[in-house]
């Protein structure tokens, strides 16, 4: 298999993640790292072999041997730096959520295409073990016509920064756009997405909340103005619709996990927090209703043994990686990521006015929200 040679820009806590990941992939090396804290750049290279360290991606950009960037910085520099990348050849592999407005993902879904660049968004909820049984049920008519999707993320008290981990950046909407809804929705309703089959949106409604008390030194430090839960409901074309609840914190003991309904069947997924929940499929047999679950180890311990190339879906590195060795069609998720963009500016939006709004009126309100690097 072809080494894939590779150049992350970013190696904040995120970065440093990619990079153990890569570290530990075969057909991957990191082949360049850059930061604007070239201390920390070169503490990072040290630790996974010693690449070439740059503080201006530009000039990491004019190597002629890169195959792909891993852009991991805050969600308003995703927009000019993978546009960048792809403008200077390379393909593009960009932390969630794709950028930090509909208007900024758009351009680089629509600069990918122009350009033939392959645009990779992280979506790791897709490659799970549960989404991957869901998939293999739903195409194999095992929920029969699809109706409603719900999507959840729950946590009791961990919002970033002032609940103690994490960075300021996460809560402003100058560098991260949005809270829960951006942060941890992204990779519930883009799972739904994926498992209804990228449904056209039509409508969206919603209402975001900050209400919880939190430490007043830290929520000056921060400079906190988004939100810590948002509700959603989408209308697709077809008929089919889905519900979101997004929570960084709530005063419950948690939610349950995600669903997909069927006019034959449905799918609950596990909860992502609290709780000892397990992937279930609901139907009815003979007049009998029956809830089953699943042995997902054992499902994919067979996948790996029986299907070619199954690696390639282990994660979303690992899919990167084998998508650009050609060994597998790339997944579509920055139109995936787009498509939950939508949705997620959606809304924001309907909670500023106050009223349901159509997916046309989100994508010519949406702004550029991008931050020049």
């Avoid at 829960?180 to 919603?206: C, N, T, W």
Wanted: with cysteine; net charge negative.
């Amino acid at each position: 298999m072809k080494t894939i040679r590779i150049g992350v820009i970013g190696v904040g806590l995120i970065g440093k993640n990619h990079m153990e990941n890569y570290s530990k992939l075969a057909g991957a090396e990191v082949v360049a790292v850059c930061d604007i804290n070239e201390a920390e750049a070169k503490s990072v290279a040290d630790k996974y072999g010693d690449p070439h360290v740059y503080t201006d991606y530009r000039k990491m950009l004019e190597r002629d041997d890169l195959d792909a960037v891993d852009v991991c910085l805050h969600n308003n520099y995703h927009a000019p730096v993978s546009i960048a990348a792809m403008e200077a050849g390379k393909h593009v592999y960009c932390e969630k959520p794709i950028a930090g407005s509909y208007f900024d993902g758009k351009r680089m879904v629509d600069r990918a295409q122009e350009l033939g660049k392959m645009l990779h968004i992280q979506l790791g909820t897709l490659y799970r073990k549960e989404t991957k049984a869901a998939k293999a049920l739903i195409d194999g008519g095992e929920l029969g016509s699809l109706y409603h999707a719900r999507a959840t993320g729950f946590r009791r008290r961990n919002r970033p920064f002032v609940d103690g981990f994490g960075t300021a950046y996460f809560t402003r909407k100058e560098t991260a756009g949005g809270g829960a809804i951006f942060d941890m929705g992204v990779y519930h309703i883009a799972q739904m997405l994926y498992l209804l089959d990228l449904p056209k949106v039509e409508r969206i409604s919603g209402k975001t909340y900050q209400e919880m008390d939190m430490d007043a030194h830290r929520k000056a430090a921060s400079g906190f103005d988004v939100e810590e839960l948002g509700l959603g409901f989408v209308r697709f074309a077809g008929g089919v619709t889905m519900d979101i609840i997004e929570a960084w914190s709530v005063h419950l003991g948690g939610f349950e996990g995600g669903s997909v309904i069927g006019s034959k069947g449905g799918i609950r997924l596990p909860a992502y927090g609290p709780g000892d929940q397990k992937f279930s499929y609901y139907t009815t047999r003979c007049d009998i209703d029956l809830d089953s679950t699943v042995d997902l180890n054992m499902m994919d311990l067979r996948w790996h043994r029986l299907r070619e190339n199954e690696d390639a879906y282990d994660s979303s590195q690992h899919h990167w990686i084998a998508a650009l060795q050609g060994r597998v069609k790339l997944l579509p998720t920055a139109d995936i990521a787009l498509q939950t963009m939508l949705i997620s500016e959606g809304i924001y939006l309907s909670d500023s006015l106050g009223s349901e709004v159509t997916a046309e009126e989100v994508a010519e309100r949406s702004v550029s929200l991008s931050i020049p690097v």
